[in-house]
Nanobody, 125 residues
Framework: QVQLVESGGGLVQAGDSLRLSCTASRRTFGSYTMGWFRQAPGKEREFVAAISRLGSRTYYLDSAKGRFTISRDNAKSTVYLQMNSLIPEDTAVYYC??????????????????WGQGTQVTVSS
């Protein structure tokens, strides 16, 4: 079992930046593929970004490419999501997730075993 705790959400204006952090409770953090997902009111949870166990491969939602950057620090058991040029459509609860399966990097919520509690990101126009 691993616990994930997100932080860094908040209320910002369009064009601003935020950095989300997610820290895991287990020292085996480096064995997990990590992902960020988001869910807006009335919508399905959607993939935002994912990163392989050693950080060599990253994947992004098309609308996040060029604006968001996922990274990880395995020594700190932490994954980050740097979000720049935020737009109102980015408003959602953001969740980090861990996949312990050692499969290739997954883009579906169903492929992740552990989830954080979520952090709210609100972007005003």
């Amino acid at each position: 079992q691993v616990q994930l705790v997100e932080s860094g959400g908040g209320l910002v204006q369009a064009g601003d930046s935020l950095r989300l952090s997610c820290t895991a409770s287990r020292r085996t953090f480096g064995s997990y593929t990590m992902g960020w997902f988001r869910q807006a009111p009335g919508k399905e949870r959607e993939f935002v970004a994912a990163i392989s166990r050693l950080g060599s491969r990253t994947y992004y939602l098309d609308s996040a490419k060029g604006r968001f950057t996922i990274s990880r620090d395995n020594a700190k058991s932490t994954v980050y999501l740097q979000m720049n040029s935020l737009i109102p459509e980015d408003t959602a609860v953001y969740y980090c997730a861990a996949d312990s399966s050692r499969r290739s990097v997954g883009l579906s919520p169903d492929e992740y075993d552990y989830w954080g509690q979520g952090t709210q990101v609100t972007v005003s126009s």
